[in-house]
C-alpha cells in the first residue's frame, strides 16, 4: 500500500475543506508535488505543500520552488499596471509613443490596453522561432516590433501565449531603464519579501522542482491548418522541460518563465485583493486595481477557442469559468494547471502550484477543486 501523504504547513481549521480538497488530488488526481496557499484580508490562512519535487523522489519542502508558466503574467501586468498607477504610462496610448521602433507594418494604433488583453494581434512570432531565441531580449522585441499584427487589433482577443511578456517587459524597459525583472525584483518582490523570480539567479538552483511534461506538447494539439491557434502554438513549441536548463531559468521571460511557489504567487496577490497595499507595502491605488475589472475583450479567444473576458492584464469572471460566486474577481493559470486567484469582494486569494503538468493550456480539476473547497469554507 502506497504511504499516506501528509501536507506540511499550516491551516486554519475554518479552511480545513481546502486540506482536505488538497489531500484529494493525491489520492485521486495523480498529484506528485504541490503547494497551495490562500490568505484572507491580507493574512495567511493556508499554506500546505506535499509530495515530491521531482521524478528523483526528493520531498518538496517549504521553500521548494518551481516554474510556473503563465501564472508568471500576473506579475508581469501587475509591473504594468504599477507605472500606469504612478502616471509613468498610459494605457489608453499607442505602445509606440514609448517605443517608437514599434510603430511598423500596421502597429501605429495598437494600445498598452490592447497588449494588457491579448487583443493586440501579435499572439505568435512571425518568422516562428526556437526556443533559445527566448534567451535573447533584444533579438525578439526588434522581431516583434517589426511584424504585422495577425488579426485587426483590439476586435478579439488571441491570447498572447509567449508574446505579452516581452511586450509588457519592453515598456517598462522604456518607460524606466529597467528589465522587467529587476523592476519587479526591486518593485514588488524584496518589498514584499516574495520567493517569486523573473529571471532566477543561480543561487536558488538548489531549491527548484522539476516539472514534469505532460503527454502531449500544445502545438501537437492544434492541426496544421494555418488558424491564428496553431500559428501561435507553432511559432515557438514548448514541450515543458525547458526550465530544467539553467538558460530558460536565468532568462526573463515575462509571460511564462517565472519561478515561485503558492506562498509567494500569494504573497503579491493579497496586495491586489486588499485594494493595492498589504502589511504596509503599496503597489497599487484602489482605483487601479479597480481597474483590472474593466472590460477589455469578450468573446470566443482566437487561440484558445473558448470564450473568455479579459480585464486589464487578468481573466474575468465568466459562465464558463466561474471560479468564484463573485463578480469582482480576477485570475490567471499556467500551462500544466497552476492557478492564481484574486477576490476583491471577499479579499481573498487562492493560489496553488504543482509540478506534473496536465495537457490542457487552461489546466485541469486540482486547482479548481482547491478554489471551491476555499470558496465552500467562507461559506461555512
Not at 517549504?62 to 500606469?84: F, G, P, R, W
Not at 531565441?133 to 509567449?162: C, F, I, K, N
Request: a negative charge; proline letters at 6%.
Amino acid at each position: 500500500m502506497e504511504p499516506t501523504i501528509e501536507p506540511k504547513g499550516h491551516c486554519d481549521a475554518r479552511f480545513e475543506p481546502v486540506r482536505t480538497a488538497f489531500l484529494a488530488n493525491f489520492e485521486q488526481r495523480d498529484e506528485v508535488g504541490a503547494s497551495v496557499f490562500v490568505t484572507l484580508e491580507g493574512r495567511p490562512v493556508v499554506d500546505l505543500w506535499a509530495g515530491t519535487a521531482g521524478p528523483g523522489g526528493a520531498p518538496w519542502v517549504e521553500d521548494t520552488i518551481i516554474n510556473v508558466y503563465s501564472t508568471t503574467k500576473t506579475m508581469a501586468s501587475l509591473c504594468v499596471l504599477m507605472l500606469a498607477d504612478r502616471g509613468q504610462l498610459e494605457l489608453s496610448e499607442p505602445v509606440a509613443k514609448y517605443w517608437p521602433e514599434f510603430a511598423q507594418n500596421g502597429k501605429e494604433e495598437v494600445r498598452g490596453s490592447h497588449v494588457m488583453s491579448h487583443s493586440a494581434g501579435l499572439s505568435g512570432f512571425d518568422p516562428p522561432i526556437e526556443v533559445e531565441t527566448l534567451y535573447d531580449w533584444d533579438r525578439v522585441v526588434t522581431q516583434l516590433a517589426g511584424q504585422s499584427p495577425w488579426w485587426e487589433p483590439g476586435t478579439a482577443s488571441g491570447y498572447h501565449a509567449m508574446t505579452q511578456g516581452y511586450l509588457q517587459g519592453e515598456l517598462v524597459r522604456r518607460v524606466t531603464g529597467r528589465s522587467i525583472g529587476t523592476f519587479f525584483r526591486e518593485e514588488v518582490a524584496e518589498p514584499l519579501g516574495a520567493d517569486f523570480h523573473i529571471g532566477l539567479d543561480p543561487v536558488h538552483d538548489a531549491r527548484v522542482g522539476e516539472l514534469i511534461p505532460p503527454e502531449r506538447t500544445l502545438a501537437d494539439q492544434l492541426p496544421q491548418d494555418g488558424s491564428v491557434a496553431a500559428r501561435t502554438h507553432q511559432s515557438c513549441v514548448l514541450r515543458g522541460d525547458e526550465p530544467r536548463t539553467r538558460a530558460w531559468r536565468g532568462a526573463e521571460i515575462p509571460a511564462a518563465g517565472g519561478t515561485g511557489n503558492a506562498r509567494s504567487v500569494g504573497r503579491v496577490h493579497s496586495a491586489l485583493a486588499c485594494g493595492g497595499t498589504v502589511d504596509g507595502v503599496r503597489l497599487l491605488s484602489p482605483e487601479t486595481v479597480e481597474g483590472i475589472l474593466e472590460e477589455q475583450t469578450n468573446g470566443t479567444d482566437l487561440v484558445l477557442g473558448l470564450p473568455i473576458r479579459f480585464g486589464m492584464g487578468f481573466g474575468l469572471r465568466s459562465d464558463l469559468l466561474a471560479l468564484s460566486p463573485n463578480e469582482r474577481m480576477f485570475f490567471w493559470g499556467g500551462w500544466g494547471g497552476s492557478l492564481a486567484l484574486i477576490d476583491l469582494d471577499a479579499r481573498l486569494t487562492i493560489s496553488y502550484v504543482m509540478n506534473r503538468m496536465a495537457s490542457d493550456l487552461l489546466g485541469d480539476i486540482r486547482g479548481g477543486s482547491l478554489a471551491m473547497a476555499a470558496y465552500q469554507s467562507l461559506a461555512d
